[in-house]
């Protein structure tokens, strides 16, 4: 089993900032790529971005420029930075990743279950 534990959600001001952090734990081989989602409410999940275990990104159009997105690999950590957020922003968001199963034989997406992000004033 892995499991992703996401923290860093909370409330926050228009132009303001928010740190996401999501630490994968359990039994596996190793963390490939892992990323972030978000979903707004009455809205489908959509992506906001990915990193590589070599530190590649992609970044979703509607937040590029105002994001990064890093990871720690030794600590199978990956962290979202959000600038200059937008009411738009506001949504759950979630960690992804995928791992290669203990046996090293399968690969395993894992989710985090969701941190909610609120930007209002």
């Known amino acids: 089993q892995v499991q992703l534990v996401e923290s860093g959600g909370g409330l926050v001001q228009p132009g303001g900032s928010l740190r996401l952090s999501c630490a994968a734990s359990g039994s596996f081989r190793s963390i490939n790529d892992m990323g972030w989602y978000r979903q707004a409410p009455g809205k489908q999940r959509e992506l906001v971005g990915t990193i590589t275990t070599g530190g590649s990104t992609i970044y979703a159009d509607s937040v590029k420029g105002r994001i990064t997105i890093s990871r720690d690999s030794p600590k199978n950590t990956v962290y979202l930075q959000m600038n200059s957020l937008k009411p738009d922003d506001t949504a759950v968001y979630y960690c992804?990743?995928?791992?290669?199963?203990?046996?090293?034989?399968?690969?395993?997406?894992?989710w985090g279950q969701g941190t909610l992000v609120t930007v209002s004033s």
């Open positions: 992804n990743a995928t791992a290669l199963t203990p046996s090293g034989v399968r690969y395993r997406e894992v």
